[in-house]
């Protein structure tokens, strides 16, 4: 089964506006991680943000937040107002249990920015 | 200052060919893995090294060996190469395997098998 589910193969943003991009994930264990990659055309994956399962809070790292519903277990990545430099594809990946070393990535969403 | 290298950025070869893959951090890292990138960007994670111990070996063909001679290193051997192994391999590491440790990639090595 599909530990993590993209749904948005594409989507397009005018700059300076925000975007959410979707992700919900397959677990049963109660201990789990989940990350946003960030790669460009260039090829190299960039680490975004990451969240806990037991973090209280969303996790914020500058113009990226992570809307993380535990109920729906769905981890959205917003960018807000967004740059051309945004246009890449964007990997939700999941690791769970405290002892699980891999990341399980989704399909990606192909972001790009129109000026 | 790379924080993850990998030789070569490109690798063109012809089927049944040996070919390997380095990667080098220097991150100080426990932690090192490699992934393969298929032509629809799936990633799927193929091998993990723990102080220089393999701690994940996922179902990837045994021409794949995967060697670790110290920490900061992580090669990839791959024997007899197919057609399908077309891709492109990330090594990447953390600075220990599990928790909430973020995983840094190298830039990739494209492989084309022709």
């Known amino acids: 089964a599909q530990k993590i589910t993209q749904t948005q193969p594409g989507m397009f943003v005018q700059e300076k506006e925000a975007v959410t991009l979707d992700c919900t994930y397959d677990?049963?264990?109660?201990?789990?991680?989940l990350f946003w990659y960030k790669q460009p055309s260039s090829g190299e994956m960039i680490f975004l943000i990451y969240?806990?399962?037991?973090?209280?809070q969303n996790a914020t790292e500058g113009r990226y937040s992570l809307n993380f519903q535990k109920a729906r277990k769905s981890a959205n990545l917003v960018i807000s107002a967004s740059q051309l430099g945004d246009s890449a594809m964007y990997f939700c990946?999941?690791?769970?249990?405290?002892?699980?070393?891999?990341?399980?990535f989704g399909a990606g969403t192909t972001v790009t920015v129109r000026a | 200052d790379t924080a993850v290298s990998q030789t070569p950025k490109y690798l063109v070869t012809q089927m049944g060919n040996d070919k390997s893959i380095k990667c080098e951090q220097n991150?100080?890292?426990?932690?090192m893995y490699w992934y393969k990138q298929d032509s629809k960007k799936f990633l799927k994670i193929m091998f993990s090294?723990?102080?220089?111990?393999?701690?994940i070996n996922e179902t990837v063909p045994n021409r794949f060996s995967p060697k670790s001679p110290d920490k900061a290193h992580l090669n990839l051997h791959i024997n007899s190469l197919e057609l399908g192994d077309s891709a492109v391999y990330f090594c990447?590491?953390?600075?220990?395997?599990?928790?909430?440790?973020?995983?840094?990639f190298g830039p990739g090595t494209r492989l084309t098998v022709t």
């Open positions: 990447a590491s953390s600075q220990e395997a599990g928790g909430q440790y973020e995983q840094y």
């Open positions: 969240q806990g399962s037991y973090d209280q």
């Open positions: 990946a999941m690791r769970e249990g405290s002892n699980d070393y891999k990341l399980s």
């Open positions: 677990t049963s264990d109660p201990s789990y991680g």
């Open positions: 991150l100080g890292h426990d932690t």
């Open positions: 090294y723990n102080n220089k111990e393999l701690i």
